[in-house]
């Protein structure tokens, strides 16, 4: 069984950065070629961060976090990292890990088979 984990969130003042990462175990990293970030704040729908293949090379990112935020994986460690900077009290919420099998990149939660319990980001104003 695959399983995802999350860590690096807590609570940062407008304007600072986190480093969230992922693990995976419980299979091959290998056959998780699309691997994204989602988050959920309070009352509003679970929404889509940035993505990357198993390349590391195509990401595609929502437009909140162009420019702000890098997604990347490291196929040796089985890890993906979202680096956050310039953050913003919008940006706060739990933020999900998930993974996929297909090819390529998507922003629709459905093309994803594997969800991290998710790490709280909190920005203080």
């Known amino acids: 069984q695959v399983q995802l984990e999350e860590s690096g969130g807590g609570l940062v003042q407008t304007g600072g950065s986190l480093r969230l990462s992922c693990v995976v175990s419980g299979g091959p990293f290998s056959k998780q070629l699309l691997m994204a970030w989602f988050r959920q704040a309070p009352g509003k729908e679970r929404e889509f961060v940035a993505a990357i293949a198993r390349s590391g090379i195509t990401t595609i990112y929502s437009e909140s976090a162009e420019g702000r935020f890098t997604i990347s994986r490291d196929n040796a460690k089985n890890s993906v990292n979202l680096q956050m900077n310039n953050l913003k009290p919008e940006d706060a919420a739990v933020y999900y890990c998930?993974?996929?099998?297909?090819?390529?990149?998507?922003?629709?939660?459905?093309?994803?088979?594997?969800w991290g319990q998710g790490t709280q980001v909190t920005v203080s104003s």
């Open positions: 998930a993974s996929s099998g297909r090819y390529g990149v998507a922003r629709n939660p459905n093309e994803y088979d594997y």
